[in-house]
């Protein structure tokens, strides 16, 4: 089955502990994704990958870090500088069309989420 | 930051009612995508519009593009009690490679 993971499912964290968010795809994709969505809200851009051994911050990075030693894997950690962590986590991935007749990212395929709770 | 606004935020109707979502936005895309997400899930891609197209159907759904007003729609025909979720609009913007999500409308399809 080809497709997007992520784990765990929930995840608590006590304050000042860092915690990590698995994500893995097995679809070829170059591009992976990290969106955090707040209760009622959109998706915020955390961070984003177009290749391995490269990523560059979104909208919301500070808090966070990631690393992209594989194409398949796209580890997020939550570390403790993040105030407020509690949120819902998903991660996706695309094919991202390079090139001069390049239109960049088509649709993004997405994992199923991690729901952070800080205790 | 939030690109694209959807609106209605929330949208009641029943089972066979036509529903109409619309998206706006603020910068110049190269594509726009509608994306529907059931409650506590992730998200699955509905359909993708590029900004040279005006108008392109999937099954029951219609998409319409108007890059000069900056906005678009989404048309669900005949909806089914199936039908409720969020649906986002997504914009993919000039000069990044990232898409930049609304805040997205809740959809109720009363049986």
């Known amino acids: 089955d080809g497709g997007i993971t992520q784990s765990p499912k929930y995840l608590f964290r006590k304050e000042g502990q860092n915690v990590t968010l698995s994500c893995e795809q097995n679809?070829?994709?170059?591009?992976m994704y990290w969106y955090r969505q707040d209760p009622g809200q959109g998706l915020r851009l955390i961070y984003y990958?177009?290749?391995?051994?490269?990523?560059q911050k979104g909208d919301i990075a500070e808090g966070y870090s990631v690393s992209r030693e594989k194409k398949e894997s796209f580890p997020l950690t939550v570390t403790s500088a993040q105030k407020n962590p509690t949120a819902f986590y998903l991660c996706?991935?695309?094919?991202?069309?390079?090139?001069?007749?390049?239109?960049?990212?088509?649709?993004?395929?997405f994992g199923p989420g991690t729901r952070l709770t800080v205790l | 930051s939030q690109q694209g606004e959807e609106d209605p935020q929330a949208l009641s109707i029943q089972e066979g009612e036509n529903a109409t979502m619309n998206c706006s936005y603020k910068?110049?895309?190269?594509?726009l995508q509608w994306y529907r997400q059931n409650s506590g899930r992730g998200l699955v891609h509905l359909i993708l519009?590029?900004?040279?197209?005006r108008e392109k159907h999937s099954g029951r759904l219609r998409v319409t593009l108007d890059t000069s007003k900056k906005s678009s729609s989404l048309l669900i025909t005949a909806s089914r009690a199936a039908d409720t979720a969020s649906y986002f609009c997504?914009?993919?913007?000039?000069?990044?490679?990232?898409?930049?999500f609304g805040s997205g409308t809740r959809l109720q399809v009363q049986p």
């Open positions: 519009i590029r900004s040279n197209e």
């Open positions: 990958s177009q290749i391995v051994n490269d990523f």
């Open positions: 910068t110049s895309i190269n594509n």
């Open positions: 679809l070829n994709h170059d591009a």
């Open positions: 996706a991935s695309s094919i991202d069309r390079q090139g001069v007749l390049a239109g960049g990212p088509d649709e993004q395929f």
């Open positions: 997504a914009t993919l913007n000039m000069g990044r490679r990232a898409l930049t």
